[in-house]
Nanobody, 114 residues
Framework: VQLQESGPGLVQPSQTLSLTCTVS?????????WSWIRQPPGKELEWVGA???????YYNPSLKRRASISRDTSKNQFTLHLTSVTPEDTGVYFC????????WGQGTQVTVST
């Protein structure tokens, strides 16, 4: 299973961050929970949220008000939207597949700045 994040590297404060994870080697509708995890500079990994293979979504309570995760089954992709971003949302964002095994994307740097 391979995962590849894509999206803008720079986002302005108050805008919406959108990141897409493209999956190969597995169907997002068959197995796994598909998650977004981020790591702010100098801090630990933080789970943002996930979408299950049946389409159920789960969010970190601290981000639930701003985060949404959707999927495009025709493209085998899932997407994170994070609204009203601030510099505290800066970090490396990873997508991950987890079930009996865990697979990670390589991560993508997102900077929130003017």
């Amino acid at each position: 299973v391979q995962l590849q994040e894509s999206g803008p590297g720079l986002v302005q404060p108050s805008q919406t961050l959108s990141l897409t994870c493209t999956v190969s080697g597995a169907s997002i509708t068959t197995d796994y929970y598909w998650s977004w995890i981020r790591q702010p500079p100098g801090k630990e990994l933080e789970w943002v949220g996930a979408i299950g293979y049946l389409g159920s979504v789960y969010y970190n309570p601290s981000l639930k008000r701003r985060a949404s995760i959707s999927r495009d089954t025709s493209k085998n992709q899932f997407t994170l939207h994070l609204t009203s971003v601030t510099p505290e949302d800066t970090g490396v964002y990873f997508c991950r597949a987890s079930w009996q095994r865990t697979y990670w994307g390589q991560g993508t740097q997102v900077t929130v700045s003017t």
